[in-house]
């Protein structure tokens, strides 16, 4: 049998241990809720109910109190005015009456909706204002009560300076609101496609040969849409992580057939090998995924080709004992071609 340690030997194998806890609640986020959010959005954002508004109003509450309780409040006078102007000149892009205020008041200070003067900047796309706030020592990190950074606010009103503002000062690129969106879904979401172009170029140079890219954690996921979107921007179908696994080799270990079309179409290898000689035929075919093994054949996979064990995909199908296997007419084992054969293995 392949080594576990080829592509890893659960579900979540296929992610490296050492990456975030945030890029996981991404993967399930994919697999949850990509429902052709891009088209559908407005339309899930209609039917919600009163019930479930309330159910996750107490929980942002909640959750927002725990996170937020050693931020300070904006400091206010009698009537508010000095809360309002403080969080009005940040929005205006008025830095100097900005800096006299912030003598009075904490850089971090949070206004109702727990949103920070960098939250109100980023979302208005006052770019001196972002800048100033970071040299003093703003956070980027802190999420309002609808779970947003600065950087998701950003994202989300298309504000590419703002964006790049944010992503030079390190703003993390995973982080989930409370829909589990991260900054990148919000700007495919509102068709901002420069900023998805500008967030996907900063990963590949944040995480380049360290981790799974983001393609690869929605093919894993089968998120069709966003794969969809990820290929249509530009992203290398052939993009290899550690290991050279590429995205075609996550879609066969996690049998998401609906992608195998979609990455081939968009000029995805069928006989790429990792480090391990493994092919997307191999892994299918060891793990018992037929429905992938069927449609890589399709596509004329090689049965033949051997990993560093000097195993096929009709050796590790054989060996696992339960797979069905159509092989098409023209498949030809070790030079001869025998014709359509279809292999019951019990």
């Not at 407005?42 to 039917?47: D, I, L, M, R």
């Not at 200070?109 to 006052?126: D, F, K, P």
């Amino acid at each position: 049998m392949i080594r576990p340690q080829c592509w890893g030997g659960t579900a979540t194998g296929m992610i490296r241990p050492h990456i975030g806890d945030a890029r996981r609640q991404l993967v399930g986020y994919l697999l949850e809720k990509d429902k052709d959010w891009i088209e559908k959005s407005k339309e899930q954002h209609t039917v919600k109910t009163d019930i479930p508004r309330q159910i996750k109003r107490k929980r942002v509450i909640k959750e927002k109190v725990k996170e937020t309780q050693s931020l300070p409040a904006a400091k206010t006078k009698k009537d508010h005015s000095d809360t309002i102007s403080i969080f009005g000149a940040a929005a205006k892009g008025d830095l100097s009456n900005l800096e006299k205020m912030l003598k009075e008041n904490d850089i971090n200070a949070v206004n109702a909706s727990y949103e920070t003067l960098l939250h109100i900047a980023a979302a208005n796309g006052q770019i001196a204002v972002m800048e100033y706030l970071i040299k003093k020592g703003a956070k980027l990190e802190v999420k309002d009560s609808q779970g947003k950074t600065p950087l998701h606010r950003a994202a989300e009103k298309g504000h590419d300076d703002a964006v790049k503002v944010l992503l030079q000062a390190g703003a993390y690129i995973y982080s989930l609101d409370e829909a589990a969106k991260t900054p990148l879904h919000l700007a495919a979401q509102n068709h901002h496609s420069h900023i998805l172009n500008r967030i996907l170029k900063e990963e590949a140079k944040r995480y380049r040969n360290q981790h799974n890219t983001a393609l690869h954690l929605a093919v894993q996921a089968g998120a069709v849409s966003i794969t969809s979107q990820l290929l249509s921007k530009g992203m290398n179908a052939n993009i290899a992580s550690q290991g050279d696994q590429t995205p075609l080799h996550i879609a066969a270990f996690h049998n998401k057939e609906a992608l195998v079309d979609i990455l081939i179409n968009a000029g995805a290898k069928i006989n790429a090998v990792t480090k391990e000689l493994v092919t997307p035929l191999h892994i299918a075919s060891q793990r018992g995924n037929a429905d992938v093994a069927q449609k890589l054949l399709q596509h004329k996979a090689n049965v033949n080709v051997k990993d560093k064990q000097s195993k096929t995909p009709l050796h590790l199908a054989t060996e696992l004992g339960d797979l069905s296997l159509h092989v098409p007419q023209d498949t030809v084992f070790g030079g001869h071609s025998p014709g359509a054969v279809i292999i019951h293995l019990c």
